[in-house]
């Protein structure tokens, strides 16, 4: 612990966000970082208290507390404060592989758990993180560095998400020789298609791949295993396969009107946009645009945000964003105490922009859509909400949400973008290995294990959990990686934490 009175002795700060108005005009990220100078004194403020939250990982209350990776922050922090970057990066890599990626987009379940955010702000351990790894790329620290031995074993991977660019990276480190498998024109998944471009330029991804590829690792693009290639010639061609498809099997909305024309999955409506940003700078119009229209979106999720963000960039007229659950306090309530994650209101980029434009919050909680209203020539042009309402069920003891009679209203939309989540994975990935599904609908596993009901055949990611966060699925891949390793090896040598 390099600085023991740091905490005390320097205030919390974090990078400065462009302004609303004037970020809004382009795709681009929009934080102005900290000079080095001042992020290592953002350093000095972590305590390496005895008994470190940051990096527990812990569930508690069904919610993950600390790092689900379980990064090193008090030894990385202190390295910052002292000013040893290179050893800062290598500390850092030791339990994450893509900290440029988490560093963007993470939640920051580590400072959530921070001991300094007991009773004051905790360490800004995120900006420290980006710091390290925006420094490794400027000084060379995170060139390429292949393996020296290989073991002739050859691994394929179903996609190229978080989950499968971990199990990737860690069996190329191994030595194995591995094929990622991505159906899209791009490497990356739901990083690249399915987080918009403001929150993490598709330029830091292709930085990351192409040290991927320079290390040894195959990226084939335009490739849907189990249309495109038969998966017994995945069986036959490698050693072992591992399916990293993801939860993208969107959840829908069922209400009268549905076949309206205007309403799409807020997972195609941000695909298509940073499709289009990246080919043309969207000028090639194949994207789904919310110009001067009235927009609603459905669902209060971080993906339902990311299409507010979105809809402000092309300049909408207006935009809601409907929440079923009721609006979260300001503060922690007393039945939520540190270090459980804080289940308190945020106000993220897209809300915040959205405030500064309409002059008012986009939201509407407890509330859900009752009717989608069409035009003569079944165009959208309205949608019916109703308000909820929480009952406990008597019989069950269950707490149900109802519609409160009276309380419908009826908001102009001639696009509405659902962000409801997902459903689990798409089924023909599955149904092609003829893998085994829990009653989830996610591929089936014994608990801890990766090794799915068909031999040579494993599952990372939100396959196998759900839905879930980024650095979940790192650390999901990091997991498969050492069951295959260990089922081709006999024992395995790769370290998860």
């Known amino acids: 612990m390099g600085k023991p009175t740091g905490f005390m002795e320097y205030e919390r700060e974090t990078s400065v966000a462009v302004k609303p108005k004037q970020r809004i005009k382009n795709f681009n990220e929009f934080h102005e970082h900290l000079p080095m100078e001042k992020q290592q004194l953002q350093g000095a403020r972590c305590m390496e208290c005895g008994v470190p939250f940051c990096q527990s990982g812990m569930t508690l209350c069904g919610m993950t507390s600390g790092c689900p990776l379980h990064n090193l922050v008090p030894e990385w922090n202190d390295l910052v404060y002292t000013g040893n970057w290179k050893q800062a990066y290598n500390r850092l890599k030791k339990t994450n592989n893509f900290p440029e990626f988490t560093s963007r987009v993470c939640p920051a379940l580590c400072e959530a758990a921070c001991t300094c955010g007991l009773n004051g702000d905790p360490v800004a351990s995120k900006e420290n993180e980006y710091a390290i790894i925006e420094n490794a790329y400027d000084k060379g620290y995170a060139a390429p560095k292949p393996p020296k031995v290989r073991t002739g074993k050859k691994v394929a991977v179903v996609g190229s998400g978080p989950s499968g660019l971990a199990v990737a990276d860690q069996l190329n480190k191994r030595g194995h020789l591995v094929t990622v498998y991505e159906r899209s024109d791009r490497v990356g998944g739901l990083l690249m298609y399915g987080i918009p471009n403001m929150k993490l330029e598709k330029r830091i991804i292709e930085r990351k791949i192409k040290v991927m590829e320079e290390e040894g690792v195959t ?50 409506f941000l695909k298509a946009n940073t499709k289009s940003l990246l080919n043309s700078g969207l000028t090639d119009g194949s994207y789904i645009n919310t110009k001067d229209k009235n927009v609603v979106i459905i669902g209060g999720g971080d993906t339902g945000n990311d299409c507010v963000g979105t809809a402000m960039r092309h300049g909408c007229k207006s935009v809601i964003q409907i929440e079923m659950m009721p609006k979260a306090p300001e503060k922690r309530a007393e039945n939520n105490p540190w270090p459980e994650w804080p289940k308190v209101l945020k106000t993220d980029y897209g809300q915040e922009e959205a405030i500064a434009v309409f002059g008012h919050d986009p939201r509407i909680y407890e509330a859900t859509v009752k009717e989608f209203i069409k035009d003569k020539k079944g165009n959208l042009k309205a949608v019916k909400i109703v308000k909820l309402a929480w009952e406990k069920d008597e019989q069950t003891g269950r707490m149900n949400m109802k519609e409160i009679p009276g309380s419908e209203q009826v908001l102009d939309a001639e696009i509405v973008l659902i962000a409801a989540g997902f459903l689990g994975s798409e089924q023909y990935v599955a149904g092609a290995f003829k893998v085994e599904l829990n009653e989830r609908t996610n591929v089936k596993t014994e608990p801890g294990r990766y090794q799915t009901s068909v031999d040579n055949v494993f599952v990372a990611g939100d396959m196998h959990r759900g839905q879930s966060l980024v650095v979940w699925a790192i650390r999901e891949g990091r997991e498969a990686a050492r069951d295959v390793d260990e089922s081709l090896m006999g024992y395995t040598n790769l370290v998860i934490q």
């Open 219 to 268: 990226f084939v693009t335009g490739v849907d295993v189990g249309k495109d290639m038969k998966a017994s010639q995945l069986l036959k061609d490698y050693d072992r396969v591992v399916l990293a498809c993801g939860a993208s099997n969107p959840r829908d909305i069922k209400a009268p009107g549905r076949d309206a024309k205007g309403i799409y999955f807020a997972v195609d």
